[in-house]
């Protein structure tokens, strides 16, 4: 086929016409900003031009008397009409200018000049609101929040021996608990979390006497996770494992205390202080890690001698999402919500027994969870069932499905199967990326 073939009947809101020549003038909007002392410029990019067409273009023919006046009619009506455009295709344009010539030379025959402009819609340029980047922010206003308060509870001052000890073993167990989820990490970021966790359990004695630095870097360990997790949900799950408290360990109970002595209400508040620190510290980054892409994060490495007085985001350690083009850490929409409905749960359980201070930066924490997860930039697939007429691999019914064997992986990841060899006629869950029925048969 020719590219004379491929050209279509011109015409603009349905008055035919024929086109001799054509110029269009599109790019994008600019301002250059040059500078005194200067030598290289900046280019300011404002977006796309509004795009323009220039048609030459006749009627002719023992009636193209009518097929003019249908042509001038249809230009001068206002608002947006439909162009036929034979090299471009079909354009929603404002005809902006038409110039008719006539000639007795060329009787029969009425030349235009006709003029377009992209008609676009009516609505004004939006800001779009990051939300990650607030969950985020939002996330290290609750480790500024959790840190302070930490720092005014938890003391050994006064405390006895017996009670110290017990504070000691207290952080060295939930440390140990920290270091064992290192496995979980990306082979790169295994070496430097081990590092600051080893750190942390040679020093937990002398951090134990200075609680604000105490606080500091164990919240820093836990920011060193957000984003870090080869496999983000399985991180998420081992966090709650690890560190969700035992119902014994309820705040409630320091205020049964007033009737010891002083010494062992400190104790029991240290004990509960170290319990809740490291709980809403994995909480945290249990949050992050469901927004942060294990490659996309930037962090700001902890540092002996922390200040979380001025409670700003960024004064110590804080969770930056990348700026580039980000992919869904979600293979479908169900695991989301999931995911969603699960880390909401968990603050839910939390805030009841969490100080005052704490209490209101956790559910800014959580208003901000409702909103980023899942991130709405991104269109997840749903999960949906189909039931396959016979019993196939899994390799053959991912390519009959997806048209792709390579996703065998997910297809396994989404249903048990007692041997990828033979997949059950039974309700199977598959990513419902193209439109499929609910049940299907195959053969070869």
């Not at 002719?60 to 090299?87: F, S, T, W």
């Not at 870097?217 to 998420?236: D, K, M, N, Y």
């Not at 709650?240 to 320091?254: E, G, V």
């Not at 697939?381 to 048209?403: D, F, N």
């Amino acid at each position: 086929m020719s590219w004379k073939n491929k050209l279509r009947p011109a015409s603009f809101r349905g008055a035919s016409f024929g086109v001799e020549s054509h110029q269009t003038e599109q790019g994008r909007r600019t301002q250059v900003h040059e500078y005194p002392g200067r030598d290289d410029p900046y280019v300011e990019d404002l977006g796309l031009k509004a795009g323009t067409f220039s048609v030459r273009g006749f009627c002719i023919g023992a009636d193209y008397m009518a097929a003019r006046d249908k042509l001038l009619e249809a230009c001068n009506q206002p608002g947006a009409g439909q162009l036929v455009h034979p090299y471009l295709g079909t354009q929603n344009v404002v005809c902006t200018a038409v110039s008719l010539s006539e000639t007795a030379d060329e009787g029969g025959m009425a030349r235009f000049d006709l003029s377009f402009v992209v008609a676009g819609k009516n609505q004004y340029p939006a800001q779009t609101e990051d939300l990650i980047g607030s969950l985020l922010e939002k996330s290290d206003f609750l480790d500024s929040a959790l840190g302070d308060w930490f720092s005014e509870v938890f003391s050994l001052n006064g405390v006895p021996d017996f009670l110290s000890v017990q504070a000691i073993n207290d952080l060295t167990a939930r440390l140990n608990k920290l270091s064992d989820l290192s496995s979980l990490l990306d082979l790169g970021k295994q070496s430097e979390f081990l590092q600051s966790v080893t750190g942390l359990l040679g020093s937990v004695k002398k951090l134990a006497n200075v609680p604000a630095d105490l606080a500091f870097q164990v919240l820093g360990a836990f920011t060193q996770l957000s984003g870090g997790f080869g496999r983000p949900l399985a991180g998420i799950q081992a966090l709650k494992l690890a560190f969700k408290k035992k119902p014994d360990y309820s705040a409630k109970r320091i205020n049964d205390t007033h009737l010891l002595a002083a010494p062992l209400q400190q104790g029991i508040k240290n004990r509960e202080a170290v319990a809740s620190l490291f709980e809403i510290a994995a909480l945290n980054a249990a949050v992050a890690t469901a927004v942060l892409m294990p490659d996309d994060v930037r962090i700001e490495l902890p540092q002996v001698g922390g200040d979380f007085s001025d409670g700003k985001p960024g004064s110590s350690n804080s969770r930056i999402a990348a700026k580039n083009e980000r992919e869904s850490l979600f293979e479908s929409l169900d695991e989301a919500i999931i995911t969603r409905r699960d880390l909401l749960a968990w603050i839910d359980a939390v805030a009841p027994d969490v100080p005052d201070t704490v209490y209101s930066a956790l559910q800014d924490v959580r208003r901000a969870v409702v909103q980023a997860v899942p991130d709405a930039q991104n269109e997840l697939p749903r999960l949906r069932e189909i039931t396959p007429k016979a019993s196939l691999p899994v390799l053959v019914l991912a390519y009959s499905v997806h048209g792709d064997a390579a996703r065998s992986g997910e297809m396994l990841r989404h249903n048990v199967v007692a041997h990828p060899g033979f997949m059950p006629v039974a309700p199977l869950r598959v990513l419902s990326d193209l439109a499929l029925p609910s049940t299907f048969s195959f053969s070869i």
